[in-house]
């Protein structure tokens, strides 16, 4: 088979929802890299929350922020940021109707105080909580003026009492809104990103500068945010954790991701 280029996505798919990396994952991942496929994360992590290891060398380069961030090998080919004024509309929304948001930047995320409050509100004394909640999701630093700052790439929200659709409304058209990605959430949870620029968008720009035909593409995800990505591909794949719609538009639907699903999805199509 031609050597192809296999973006992955990370909550759900190549980690579960704590952050563990099974070892079948592990082990299809390194076989698939020696067997000459490249493989590229495709996240909406931004690059402050990319877990460490992700950063060495079985990956071929990395797509983060959702599409915002595009390296090949070590060559940064892309790198889009909010414009403040829109930035400056968005929390200006989240803070009238006291929704907690985080604000996704390249050293860190950054919020109001009134969120980071609350945030330690609910997990009062639970130090342990504290650190995992860094781990996974990076530190969260408080920024006094948010909206002004010149290093967002995206942003997400919580417990909003409105919908996805309803938050997109008012946002305009300058944002796309997208449900979160993330397990045991509902429509009151989302991502807030330029319009245009996704995983799909980041797929095209890595392929651009690499010089690799989008028919030597594989793209496996889970998640609300993947559904450009696997439509690109010339072949997507959808874990068994992933949501129906997600699965309808997939080429292939594998296990979930504690069940070895990502081994099974490289041994199905041949990649190991």
């Known amino acids: ?22 070892r079948s994952a592990e082990i299809a991942l390194e076989r698939a890299r020696k067997n000459g496929h490249l493989l590229v994360p495709c996240t909406g992590r931004t690059n402050s929350q990319i877990f460490p290891w992700m950063l060495k060398g079985t990956f071929a380069g990395l797509i983060s922020g959702a599409g915002a961030y595009v390296r090949a090998g070590e060559q940064v080919v892309f790198h889009h940021f909010l414009e403040p004024g829109r930035l400056t509309q968005a929390v200006e929304y989240f803070e009238t109707k006291r929704t907690p948001y985080y604000l996704q ?3 860190a995320i ?7 409050d609350e945030r330690n509100r609910i997990f009062a ?8 909640r860094d781990r996974m999701f990076g ?12 290093d967002v790439e995206k942003l997400v929200y919580y417990q909003s009492e409105e919908t996805v659709e309803q938050v997109k409304k008012a946002l305009g058209p300058y ?4 449900a979160s990605s993330f397990e045991l959430t509902n429509q009151s949870d989302g991502e807030v990103t330029c ?14 500068y690499s010089g690799i035909s989008r028919e030597d593409t594989l793209a496996i995800g889970d998640g609300p945010n993947d559904l450009e990505m696997l439509q690109y591909a010339a072949t997507g794949v959808a874990m068994g954790n992933a949501a129906d719609s997600l699965k309808a538009a997939a080429d292939l639907v594998t296990g979930c991701v504690d069940e070895d699903g990502l081994y099974q999805a490289f041994e199905r199509l041949g990649l190991i």
């Open 175 to 178: 944002f796309c809104v997208t």
């Open 105 to 107: 930047a390249v050293q």
């Open 125 to 132: 004394g639970d130090v342990m909580a504290e650190a995992e």
């Open 195 to 208: 319009a245009g620029i996704n995983k799909a968008e980041g797929m095209r720009r890595y392929l651009e």
């Open 1 to 22: 088979m031609r050597n192809k280029v296999i973006f992955l996505d990370i909550d759900g798919t190549m980690t579960n929802f704590k952050g563990e990396f099974p």
């Open 110 to 116: 950054y919020t109001s105080r009134w969120v980071i």
């Open 139 to 150: 530190k969260v630093c408080e920024d006094m003026n948010p909206g002004m700052r010149t």
